[in-house]
DNA sequence: AGGATATGTCAGCCTTGTTGACATTCCAAG
DNA sequence: CTTGGAATGTCAACAAGGCTGACATATCCT
């Protein structure tokens, strides 16, 4: 329905890769390449009682170890009463610790224990087994291409999470 | 923690990009592009009574005008009972229309309604648009790459379903 | 006629998000 | 040294959108 036709404002090379198809395509594979994404590492916590907000939770903790409760809201981009339903269950199950700051006080820094470090490696070497046959299949050129899309679809303050330009605090 | 080192087990070339570090990079660029890609159309959403879930049947409906329920069904992965709320709601609104089967009566093939098409329609500009900025601002080559290594980590069946290659039945 | 298929629906449950209100502890500035 | 604001935790209530199980209806196909 007036869709398909490029955009052929600009002059001289290819822009067919503009076209409103192609962009819907790229839309259904990022659905679907999310569905896969996802996939390995919520079978393995559905025999768990943990789901997919715990799976965060524990990958951010082991990214940035010692990180606060503040600072991990503002990654996940929960409210605090949601982040701390999950977060007292992963105290209760001694997988997540809490350290009062030395600086801070009021502030707790995170750090997975030895439990909870065990869930984090078969959870992300799932993970990661996937993205790894992804990335084989695909080689080195298109792995470049796929991040820098992916940068680019970010908002810019969560890229700047992801670019990792947010100091833990200790 | 015993990360970081490439697994240097084949010879030549540069395999640096399989690193667990470069993996973990990946994952969390998915997860912070997914909540980009998503992020638009759950803005126009939440001042309608719909979710990302009416967003999800829309989308497909239009993609495949004369779907059937059973399709959709496939398609999105979820339960009848889940996608029946969904579609209730959207006959209610008249956003989407059923027309029963003309070989097969049991069938019922789906359509928007004008009203759907213009939701659809505001839905997937705003989506396409991120899109675009960002197809635009990373290149053909990248683009490239992104498609392939999307359609590389999707479960084999959804990987059909994304190229297409399930007939409407009708 | 009878079994299989496509769809719809009721009821109930779970996870994970939300808002609002309030308490505690602690830092830092006046 | 007091006081406002920051960092955190917690209670309660609610909503969206998944799920299972059970059952009903219409239709097709053998």
Redesign the interface.
Known sequence: ?AENMPTNSSGGE?LL??T?E????????????????T?DPDRILENMDYGRAHH?AV?FIH?SAGTTVGNLLAIL?VTKQSLNRVLRTLFDDELVEARVGKKDKRERHLHLTEKG?ALERAL?DA??S??????????????????????????PE??R??QGLVETGQ
């Open positions: 329905m290819s890769y503009l409103d192609q962009l819907r395509k790229g839309i259904e594979a990022m659905f679907f390449a999310y569905r896969g994404f996939a965060r990958h990214r981009g470090r992300s993970q990661r996937r993205m790894r046959s992804a990335y084989r299949a695909a080689g080195p050129q298109a792995v470049q291409g796929f991040r820098t899309v992916l940068e680019a679809m970010m908002d969560l890229r999470q992801f």
